[in-house]
């Protein structure tokens, strides 16, 4: 719908509004934005255009309507500009007094009755400064939809309330930063702002309530408030940099203007503009970035001498490296080397590494860690369409009649891709479907929630695309024109009966033939899936499965439909689009293709490993059986993340040579015969790659801490101590030689990727770039997608007592080995440390109480960790976070891997739990947001403001009351 304001705003005419946000839309709280429109006072930002409609903005009448509305809003707000932490050029309602020349206010500034709330670890509200204008409201309720924030408009004095009335600290707020964003003051503001945004505003309460009066008696007009608070503003920009950059957590991709003040982090600001995110962030996005100035942060190189670190120069360290790396290759030949590269380094920095591995010492044994995950799913939709990535964009997420997850805790693991989804289902009608072990926040919401047993979504899937063609409900004239293998596939699906599926699943065929009558009547699906279904033995066929069913209901080639397996980390898609994978060149061409090889061999000179090299798990076998001998490691903490970690650190200790390059000493530095002190992405420029295959650039915005450097930069320097000529001054350069040799990347450009530009790969010469695949066919030899019959191997069982399923993965706080977000003092506040979730019934079974240390034991190893007893597992299934190694899951995961990628298999791990003491010390505290209490509601329900006893529609032509006219 275009409203009035939309429409003036066409015309290049702006109208007054506070509660109004491009990304919110109306909520009519204000009353700033009134217009005439054919004669009737009517709020512009809610007001359906017409065509013709007779619009008055500037008429006498109008201005005294909006001055009163103003003065409303100033009797709830007391301006104090020049020494407010919020006067940065962006405080609304200063930049609305001044487009008023507002210079008095009529109503005085009345104080609410409440205290400031400032329990909360990263933000406080100000209740005597908050104008009501409900923007905060309705980003909790409909554009993060945790349903946290509501207005009590009954009370005498209305005000925001979470929870309807708790502490912030003690509600169910996930620390989104949703609210603090869109807040038009400074009513709810960052505490990393407060004292430090400005010249004054570092004073104590009652100094600053004097010089609140001091400035009033000062500046007794609003002109010269402004006038003054303008200036001290524009000396704010000297001393405070936005720096735009992309989000370094998970893979959706969240862009966003940082600030910073020297080395201190002030605010993220989301922007309108950040094409995968918008204004949304989480709360390891918005406050979780307290590691950048970590004391325990590696500044210095560090070098082996026996037992011990020592410190050293960048000089002797890469001398070093160089000298032992020439060593190994001239012993041992260039295939007893190996390279990991990190899936948080840029795009630029996987590509070198990879060049490193193959160009300068001539293997192929190059992999990172989408090994450890999403693998499998780019080997699935590698045989059905044709490219590893998601088929669409996360709008086309939003915008699909179907939205299935499968093996993902979305709201957890992807929190902001998430609320396009809820949002979408709340407002807009969408139906959801969770297949998942575990109850979490989007099964509760779903409209079919299926749990499957451990490692049996193969069966389903298949189930139901049989039922789907049993009953003539395919798209025929879709597979016809666009899809081979029909027949084949067919009949691989003989054995899959619903009666079959419900045997091995668990799930009842009735629920079954549910999901395919969805699938049936929605006009657009998409399925989403995570390490749910790529951790198993069998992940890449269940991907391959998922890829399939949505070949046999059309639901490729088109706006909202498609499938979209979720990366984990910022750039495991773009790690692995670059190059740094055994068998692929960057863009995903084979290392074994002749053509493509010699592309490559004239741009770098010199000739290339002609055969694939290792992949991670196939290193570690190699170490241990005395191939490889040295190994490489960029920002991964493998020693941790990997399966089975006892024979991980085993292949470690035989290594002859071992480089780690991180942020911090981590347990696999400690391995190391020199460890390289590398930058983090705040500290460097380049382009990250995310979930939906969208390139964005990021900016340097501090200063390399100490003496560590960008990734680029020590292996350009390496490098060149290796004996390559390495020109590269910027990482504009390095994407500029990826861009010439990978026709995926062919159009893109730093130019291109300019501020919150970007760009979907495959781009074209000219920087056409791909929101949408397959709409005109698919990357195989005919044009058309492949149906692939594939077998079901049941799962190896554990035998010998081990007799509970740990289910394993990510949580909301906390991000892969906890080495980032267990530096953040607000996060560690509400998730302080490592806890095994217990089902109900075996907590009654075997007498567990929250807070019971209790003994996790398998085949391979235990750990011991407190127990939380939760309804989110059932039976015989606990769930273990994957982000700290106070419990580390791989202390007990084994070496079983996916069948054609060496994925391992985390989900498939069984254990016995002993109970060691029974005393409760429950490692969730009470003021997680779990034991919140939301309160739903449609959003900032304004109505209810309206037939308040002191709400009056502002007077003029067309008299209101009650928000309606009479």
Known sequence: MKTVMDFLRDQGIEVPHLCYHPSLGPIQTCDLCLVSADGKLVRACAEPYREGMTIETGSEAVKAVRMEAMDRILSQHELYCTVCENNNGNCEIHNTV????????????????????????????????????????????????????????????????????????????????????????????????????????????????????????????????????????????????????????????????????????????????????????????????????????????????????????????????????????????????????????????????????????????????????????????????????????IRDIAEADLVITVGSNTADSHPVLATRIKRAHKLHGQKLVVVDLLEHEMAER????????????????????????????????FIEERVNGLDDYVDSLNPFTLDYAESVTGIPREKLIR??????????????WAMGVTQHTGGSDTSTAISNLLLITG?????????????????????????????????????????????????????LPKKAGLDNHSMLDSILKGGIRSLYIIGEDT????????????????????????????????FADVVLPASPSLEKEGTFVNTERRVQRLYQAIDPLGDSRPDWIILRDLARRLGADWPYDHPGAVMAEAAKLASMFAGVTYDRLEGYKSLQWPVAPDGTDAPFLYADGFPTSDGKARLVPMPWTAPRRTEGGYDLLLNNGRMLEHFHEGNMTYRSRGIRHKVPSAYVEVSTELAAERGIRDGARVKLVSPFGEETVYALVSSRVRKKELYLSIHTDQASVNTLTGSDVDRATH????????????????????????????????????????????????????????????????
């Open 515 to 528: 999901l395919a009558e969805m699938l049936r009547d929605a006009d657009s699906t998409c399925i989403l």
């Open 98 to 393: 001044k487009q008023m020349k507002v210079d008095r206010q009529n109503l005085p500034f009345q104080a609410k009755s409440y205290p400031v709330d400032d329990s909360h670890p990263f933000y406080r509200y100000d209740p005597d400064q908050c104008i009501l204008c409900g923007r905060c409201v309705e980003a909790c309720q409909n554009l993060q939809v945790n349903e946290t924030l509501s207005i009590d408009w009954e009370a005498k004095t209305p005000r925001v309330i979470w929870d309807g009335g708790s502490s912030i600290d003690e509600s169910s707020c996930v620390s989104c930063g949703h609210c603090v964003t869109v807040c038009p003051c400074n009513a709810l503001m960052e505490k990393t702002m407060i004292g430090e945004a400005g010249f004054l505003t570092g004073i104590q309460p009652d100094t600053l309530r004097s010089m609140i009066e001091i400035t009033k008696e000062a500046e007794p007009g609003y002109r010269e408030l402004i006038a003054v608070s303008d200036m001290e503003e524009k000396m704010r920009r000297k001393e405070i940099r936005r720096t735009k950059t992309v989000c370094t957590y998970c893979g959706v991709g969240c862009s966003f203007d940082i600030w910073t003040k020297g080395r201190d982090i002030l605010k993220v600001e989301p922007q309108p503009e950040a094409p995968a995110n918008g204004i949304s962030t989480c709360v390891k996005g918005k406050f979780g970035w307290d590691f950048i100035n970590s004391p325990k942060r590696l500044t210095r190189p560090l070098v082996r001498r026996g037992e011990r670190f020592y410190e050293t120069s960048w000089e002797e360290a890469l001398s070093l490296a160089a000298e032992k790396f020439t060593e190994v290759k001239e012993s041992g030949g260039p295939d007893a080397l190996g390279f990991i590269a990190s899936s948080k380094c840029t795009n630029e920095e996987a590509y070198l590494m990879q060049k490193l591995a193959r160009s300068v010492i001539g293997t192929n044994n190059v992999d990172n860690c989408s090994r450890y995950c999403q693998t499998p799913a780019t080997k699935g939709l590698f045989r059905t369409v044709g490219y590893g990535g998601d088929a669409g964009s």
């Open 639 to 670: 020693a941790f993340s990997d399966s089975n970690s006892h024979h991980v650190q085993e292949a470690f200790r035989q290594l002859d040579f071992m480089v780690v390059q991180d942020l911090f000493l981590t347990k696999t530095a400690r």
């Open 555 to 607: 639901n490729y080639g088109r706006p909202g439909t498609g499938a979209y397996p979720l990366r984990g980390h910022n750039n495991v898609q773009g790690t692995s689009d670059f190059g740094a994978l055994p068998n692929v060149f960057p863009g995903y061409e084979s290392v074994e293709d002749e053509s493509v090889r010699r592309r490559y061999e004239r741009e770098w000179g010199g000739e």
């Open 903 to 966: 994925t391992p298999a985390y989900k498939e791990v069984h254990v016995r739990l002993e109970t060691l003491d029974r005393d409760p010390v429950c490692p969730l505290p009470g003021h997680h947001p779990r034991y919140g209490r939301k309160n739903p509601q449609t959003g900032v329900e304004v109505e209810r403001k309206w037939q308040r006893e002191d709400y009056d529609f502002p007077r003029g032509k067309g008299e209101r009351k009650n928000g309606r006219t009479h």
């Open 446 to 477: 779903a409209d079919l929630f299926l749990r499957p047993e451990s490692s049996t979504d193969f069966v389903w899937l298949a189930a139901v695309t049989r039922y789907i063609v049993d009953q003539g409900w395919h798209d025929t004239v």
